[in-house]
């Protein structure tokens, strides 16, 4: 059984910081891809940050130089450093993971139970 444990989020004043963090507990064989989306009410669920294979990494344009994202692939963990929050930054953030469970298995796409963020102005 592959879980993404979630912490972090809450709320905060613009122009303040908050940290979420992501483990990937239980049994696999490998993790492609680790990162952060989130959704907002009444919009899609969007990519903010990911990690690719422990080397490439992708952000939304809306977050590029305000956030960062680090991924421990020792400690299969992925966080995103979230400053200079703005209230537009306000959503529901999901732990996003592509978990090969098993060798002769393909990959499958794994979400956090997401964890809310609150910009106030």
């Known amino acids: 059984q592959v879980q993404l444990v979630e912490s972090g989020g809450g709320l905060v004043q613009a122009g303040g910081s908050l940290r979420l963090s992501c483990k990937a507990a239980?049994?696999?064989?490998?993790?492609?891809?680790m990162g952060w989306y989130r959704q907002a009410p009444g919009k899609q669920r969007e990519l903010v940050a990911n990690?690719?294979?422990?080397?490439?990494?992708n952000y939304a344009d809306s977050v590029k130089g305000r956030f960062t994202i680090s991924r421990d692939n020792a400690k299969n963990t992925v966080d995103l450093q979230m400053n200079s929050l703005k209230p537009e930054d306000t959503a529901v953030y999901y732990c996003?993971?592509?978990?090969?469970?098993?060798?002769?298995?393909?990959?499958?796409?794994?979400w956090g139970q997401g964890t809310q963020v609150t910009v106030s102005s």
């Open positions: 996003h993971a592509v978990i090969r469970r098993y060798s002769n298995e393909s990959p499958r796409d794994y």
């Open positions: 990690n690719i294979r422990g080397d490439r990494t």
């Open positions: 239980g049994s696999y064989f490998s993790i492609n891809a």
